[in-house]
């Protein structure tokens, strides 16, 4: 194991002059002025931890203004499970849709005008796999926060996703559609706001997705720009679930079971809990924390989870087999486990940006592979 970094304290460095002002009781002129130089060079000089922080928000700036200024407009994607860097793209990607003409809502209009399109759409048993998202063609309303739900509903028989928009003023109703796509097994819903712009319109976009199983799905994919998105019951879905959103929360509230599971955020935390077999599991937030909870979870899975801004945790079983690598810019990073002879690593880096590497388990050379990244934030990797 390496040593801990100690930074070097400002307070510490040259803190006496070099050149004294005085020899044999008598002022030294010479010795003055280069003393006097000596200030100045101090009071100008940026010490280091000031340049640690200019680098790291330099890198904030560089990285994520890269991202947001590249206008990639309806740009949608399926969700991407073998590498972590495709995540945080994703999320980037993501923020410049909306980032790029977004016109806000004033605080002050009520959202009383409810949309008079159709609103309720019922899945038949042979629809398996279902897409929820939104979509802006033109000059589109601004999003005031609304709120995407997934509940099982044992009274149903059939899938159900019921849409409530409203609208803060009648003459945007020509500018919201939703369109539906079906095929044999699936369908996708897009919610629509067209090159419609009557000024200071405004949009407000819930939806319900009630299944009457928990296993009534095998694919399910929500993408929204500013809503917040939550599994409240149990879901298994063997597919895979893909959820992604520009400004809110992603929460799953009771275990989620799927083989692939992809979540993607710009603004906004990503808190679930998990109970799955062999998994390819990937977690992204620009600006957010991410906290997952696998309450088991078999070999050969992999697991990502990365941050610009914010915490990760991940919480995994203590019989969970698995290497790691984790890695900060600006933050910490802690390993616990209930049986700490398990736990075989080497720390490595400085003041700024640190990595841990390593394994868990007998095997150095497990099936299984943990990747946690952050910039700006902490990192815990818990096995208990």
Request: glycine residues 6%.
């Amino acid at each position: 194991m390496f040593p801990e970094y100690t930074a070097i304290k400002d307070t510490d460095v040259e803190k006496q002059p070099l050149v004294s002002d005085y020899q044999h009781g008598h002022p030294c002129q010479c010795g003055r002025q280069q003393q006097q130089r000596q200030d100045q060079d101090r009071r100008t000089r940026p010490s280091k931890s000031t340049i640690a922080i200019f680098v790291l928000i330099l890198l904030l700036f560089v990285g994520y203004g890269h991202n947001i200024c590249q206008n990639k407009h309806d740009h949608y994607y399926h969700p991407a499970y073998t590498n972590n860097d495709q995540q945080q793209q994703q999320a980037f990607e993501a923020s410049s849709s909306l980032f790029s003409d977004l016109k806000y809502c004033y605080h002050h209009s009520p959202l009383d005008v409810h949309w008079n399109g159709k609103s309720a759409f019922e899945l038949g048993p042979e629809i398996t796999s279902l897409s929820v998202e939104q979509k802006h063609d033109g000059h589109r309303l601004s999003a005031q926060a609304g709120d995407v739900v997934v509940v099982e509903n044992k009274k149903i028989n059939e899938t159900k996703v019921t849409f409530d928009i409203r609208l803060n003023d009648d003459r945007s109703q020509d500018a919201v559609r939703i369109d539906e796509s079906w095929s044999k097994h699936a369908l996708d819903l897009t919610v629509v706001t067209n090159d419609y712009d009557i000024g200071n319109g405004c949009v407000k976009i819930d939806v319900l997705i009630e299944v009457p199983s928990s296993a009534a799905l095998d694919a399910l994919t929500i993408k929204f720009i500013n809503n917040d998105i939550t599994i409240k019951d149990k879901l298994h879905l063997k597919d895979f679930v893909s959820a992604s959103v520009v400004s809110g929360d992603l929460t799953v509230k009771k275990p989620l079971t799927s083989p692939k599971i992809s979540f993607s955020l710009a603004s906004g935390d990503i808190t679930g809990v998990f109970d799955v077999d062999q998994v390819e599991f990937g977690a992204a937030s620009t600006s957010g924390d991410v906290d997952l909870d696998f309450n088991r979870i078999s070999s050969a899975s992999t697991i990502r989870a990365s941050t610009v801004s914010g915490d990760v945790n991940l919480r995994l079983p203590s019989d969970f087999d698995s290497k790691f690598d984790l890695s900060v810019v600006a933050g910490d990073v802690k390993l616990k486990a209930e049986d700490a002879k398990k736990l075989h690593y080497r720390r490595s880096g400085g003041i700024v940006g640190r990595k841990v590497n390593g394994y868990y388990g007998e095997d150095e050379n497990p099936s299984s592979h943990i990747k946690l990244d952050t910039v700006s934030g902490n990192l815990e990797l818990k096995y208990q």
